[in-house]
């Protein structure tokens, strides 16, 4: 792809300086965006510690690259879209399986409209997961292709059929089919699930330009310098809205009609849609992709608010050909872009209270989080030092700006998903005064697995207050709850 001023593609640099001004001044937890008509890049931007190298994390942006999997092999004669899923998972289905999940189809479950809600595989901690889908216990089961119901784990069973049918790894198979074909790195991969399958539902891990050439393919309709390589029509059925999905509210993008693990948007729009707002965007209209990755998981408005600020300021706004430059705009915009780092918490930056509890130690009573005991530092490096059920540890973290460490945590999962790891995440942790004696402390995840923690201290007296919240997808459960503690 060529890099190009905004200007030669209809686009306003003013525009998209709004877009940045708009999404920050939500508090978005934003790590990269990238912009594009055609073939050319007319905005790219990183948010510090993240850059055009970071391998991220895309969530069930996976669900789109599945469909993109099983286009591949219909097209090779290896599947009808109107098989049954029983026809390929004999040895992984028992005489007590629901008649209505064996029977639905490889269609129904492209497009979520599958017989039962799936159940929480985490919570079962199964060593076999796509076996675990086909002993769902839910009652009562629909037939399958009539209800839509959001099915994380129906395409993680795709993906598995994907690697049955091909003899090869999810990302192997993509590799010799598509990847390697439209340059995607050498570092794509996705992680695992227990059983052995790919965690093709959820774990995708490339980079934010990887993203933009599936999504470039994918709104080419399959075609790749010339070459058609995959079934054109195939990709404008599955990127259409091929069924409702939001029976309630018609306004929001998640009720747009659904097509194979695609979301469709407004006018022909369709995207790739991850937890967490991993997304892109693609706008056949005016030929352009939004690339958008970040951690607002917990922010029920964030989507809305990313691809309204598009659709307004950069998309609907284009013209058809290109536009006067603008040279003090484009400097403006530089300087913005350099200056780009992860949000972090806002508020004061001082209190007396500081002073006040810096080196004391509260200790605990009985709590759902099984903190035992607490203690700050303020100085040249703040660290809060605390005690839970697995021991002693500490977080280093910023006053209304990050400080990058270890969460110091063990136990949560790596490679394999649902299992215990060996490695601890990389986190970035801020914190400011939301008055004079609360404080708050904001604690992201951002490794592999995303996740943040939002912590409220407040004091009085000798004695503190906790609330803690977290979002995150099976881990950080010991850092949601309420404490009280008082000086020792």
């Known amino acids: 792809m060529n890099y190009v001023s905004p200007e030669s593609c209809g686009v306003k640099t003013e525009a998209i300086i709004k877009f940045i001004e708009r999404i920050e001044n939500e508090g978005l937890a934003t790590h990269d965006v990238i912009f594009t008509r055609g073939n050319n890049i007319f905005f790219e931007a990183y948010w510090k510690p993240f850059d055009k190298d970071y391998l ?28 049954p899923i029983e026809k390929y998972f004999q040895d992984k289905i028992t005489g007590e399986t629901d008649a209505n999940l064996r029977r639905q189809t490889i269609r129904n479950m492209l497009t979520m409209t599958t017989a039962l809600p799936a159940e929480n595989w985490f919570k079962a901690r199964s060593d076999d997961r796509v076996r675990f889908y086909f ?58 699930c227990p059983g052995g399958h790919s965690w093709s539902d959820s774990a ?13 393919f994918t709104l080419n309709f399959g075609e790749w310098n010339g070459e058609q390589i995959l079934d054109r029509e195939y990709l404008e059925e599955a990127t259409s809205p091929l069924v409702i999905n ?4 018609s306004r929001s993008y998640e009720s747009m009609g659904y097509g194979y693990y695609f979301w469709h948007d407004r006018g022909k729009s369709f995207s790739f849609n991850g937890m967490g707002c991993q997304f892109a965007l693609c706008i056949p209209e005016t030929d352009m992709i939004m690339i958008y990755h970040g951690d607002n998981q917990g922010n029920e408005i964030a989507k809305k608010i990313i691809f309204d600020s598009f659709y ?67 100085g040249k490096e703040n660290i809060m030092y605390y005690e839970n059920e697995q021991g002693k540890k500490k977080l280093v973290f910023g006053i209304c700006e990050n400080a990058f460490s270890e969460f110091e945590q063990d136990g949560y999962s790596d490679e394999i998903g649902s299992q215990k790891g060996e490695r601890r995440y990389k986190c970035a942790a801020s914190a400011s005064w939301l008055s004079e004696n609360m404080l708050y402390l904001k604690t992201q995840i951002i ?13 009085d007296g000798d004695t503190v207050s906790i609330e803690s919240k977290k979002t995150a997808e099976d881990f950080l459960n010991e850092y949601e709850g309420r404490a009280y503690g008082i000086m020792k």
């Not at 969530?59 to 599947?79: E, N, R, W």
């Not at 769902?136 to 089961?141: C, Q, R, V």
């Not at 490339?206 to 050439?213: E, G, N, P």
């Open 246 to 249: 939001n029976y309630i509210d």
């Open 135 to 192: 002993e769902n216990k839910n009652k009562p089961s629909v037939k399958g292709g009539t209800l839509f119901k959001y099915d994380s784990s129906g395409t993680f069973v795709i993906g598995a059929l994907v690697e049955r049918l091909s003899g090869k790894s999810f990302i192997g198979y993509m590799r010799e089919k598509l990847f390697d074909k439209i340059g995607v790195s050498q570092g794509a991969a996705c992680l695992k």
């Open 56 to 83: 991220h994390r895309q969530y069930s942006v996976t669900k789109s690259v599945v469909a993109i999997a099983a286009g591949f092999l219909l097209q090779d004669g290896l599947i009808s879209l109107d098989d």
């Open 312 to 378: 307004e300021l950069i998309s609907d706004a284009a013209s058809e050909t290109a536009i006067e430059e603008n040279s003090a705009e484009s400097k403006k915009l530089e300087n913005l872009k350099s200056g780009l780092i992860l949000c972090a918490a806002k508020g004061k930056s001082d209190s007396g209270t500081a002073a006040k509890i810096n080196g004391k130690e509260y200790v605990f009573s009985e709590n759902r989080m099984g903190l035992k005991n607490i203690r700050f530092e303020f």
């Open 204 to 216: 995708l891990i490339c980079t934010a330009h990887d993203l933009l050439k599936i999504a470039r």
């Open 447 to 459: 490794d592999t697995y995303f996740g943040n923690i939002h912590t409220v201290f407040s004091f």
